[in-house]
Nanobody, 119 residues
Framework: QVQLQESGPGLVKASQTLSLTCAVSGGSITTDRHYWNWIRQPPGKGLEWIGYIAYSGSTYYSPSLKDRASIYRDTSKNQFTLQLTSVTPEDTAVYFC???????????WGKGTQVTVSS
């Protein structure tokens, strides 16, 4: 069974770069037609999709975040990382890494990690 675990700083200062890593076990991030996503949930709000890195290494981002977000991977460590630049308090959220296989079956979610941006 695939398991995902987010890690990173819980507190970031405004204007800095947020970096979160998702460690994957029980499966490879290069598995065909697997898409590795970052999703966040600000306090009191719904889920917001940030972007993904595909099994091939290609990436795709939400239009609202594409200028600040980047996702890259380390296949030797079987993990992928989100970087979000120029953060503001509005980036405060619980951040999740999520495996979405195609065709769609079950999605696999990490437990999430709280990130607070201080002004």
């Amino acid at each position: 069974q695939v398991q995902l675990q987010e890690s990173g700083p819980g507190l970031v200062k405004a204007s800095q770069t947020l970096s979160l890593t998702c460690a994957v076990s029980g499966g490879s991030i290069t598995t065909d037609r697997h898409y590795w996503n970052w999703i966040r949930q600000p306090p009191g709000k719904g889920l917001e999709w940030i972007g993904y890195i595909a099994y091939s290494g290609s990436t795709y981002y939400s239009p609202s975040l594409k200028d600040r977000a980047s996702i890259y991977r380390d296949t030797s460590k079987n993990q992928f990382t989100l970087q979000l630049t120029s953060v503001t308090p509005e980036d405060t959220a619980v951040y999740f890494c999520v495996l979405v296989p195609v065709p769609r079956g079950r999605d696999y979610w990490g437990k999430g990690t709280q990130v607070t941006v201080s002004s």
